[in-house]
């Protein structure tokens, strides 16, 4: 995974200029509060920071969290620093305690990771009660299907019937899910378990 995306960090933001009003469209729906702690699980160059800042203010911690660090080089190459601190991680293996987190955006990394699962339960490892979990991107399933010219995948994590019971496994709840032709979004909230 490394490999794929440090050959693309470069032109990542070129290849997707158009992408930062949807990113910030669904940030909005989070429905983060000034103060909270939020992280951007693979970042990449950081599109989804400045509208996560504008979200908790100030007195909020925006962390963009990312495995490529030629991803993180181009995501200060952006700016996107001045609004978030960077983290070189595996998404799957936080460095963070506990319940520490009070949301957590993420755009098109389930897909990537070796157990969604396992990935779900990490995340929720590191949020709060109560905190709330965005998956996103800016094109729908069927759409990314088409475009690398093969069938929607039975077993695609992101089709609902998958994610469901899966977010369910790893301690959220699916608040609203949506697979439409422009977008992808999935919003879940963390409960007790």
């Known amino acids: 995974m490394r490999a794929f995306f440090t050959r693309r960090a470069a032109t990542w933001e070129t290849r997707f200029a158009d992408d930062g ?30 509208a996560l800042r504008a979200q ?50 993420s755009a098109g990394l389930i897909n990537h990771v070796p157990d969604p699962g396992a990935a779900l339960r990490e995340w929720a490892r590191v949020t709060a009660i109560g905190g709330v979990l965005l998956l996103f991107h800016p094109s729908g399933r069927a759409e990314r299907a088409a475009r690398h010219g093969r069938p929607l995948d039975p077993g695609d ?25 422009r977008h992808f979004l999935a919003r879940a909230i963390r409960v007790a378990e």
Request: hydrophobic share 45%.
């Open 21 to 50: 009003p949807r990113y910030a469209a669904a940030v909005d729906l989070m429905g983060l509060r000034d103060g909270d702690r939020v992280l951007d699980l693979g970042c990449g160059t950081g599109r989804a920071l400045p």
């Open 56 to 105: 908790v203010g100030e007195a909020g911690v925006v962390a963009g969290v990312d495995l490529t660090p030629a991803m993180l080089t181009a995501a200060t190459r952006e700016g996107r620093d001045r609004v978030a601190g960077l983290l070189l991680a595996d998404a799957c293996r936080l460095p963070l305690p506990t319940g520490t987190v009070d949301g957590i955006f």
């Open 157 to 181: 994590p992101l089709a609902e019937e998958h994610l469901r019971p899966a977010l369910r496994a790893a301690g959220w709840d699916l608040a609203r899910y949506e697979d439409a032709a």
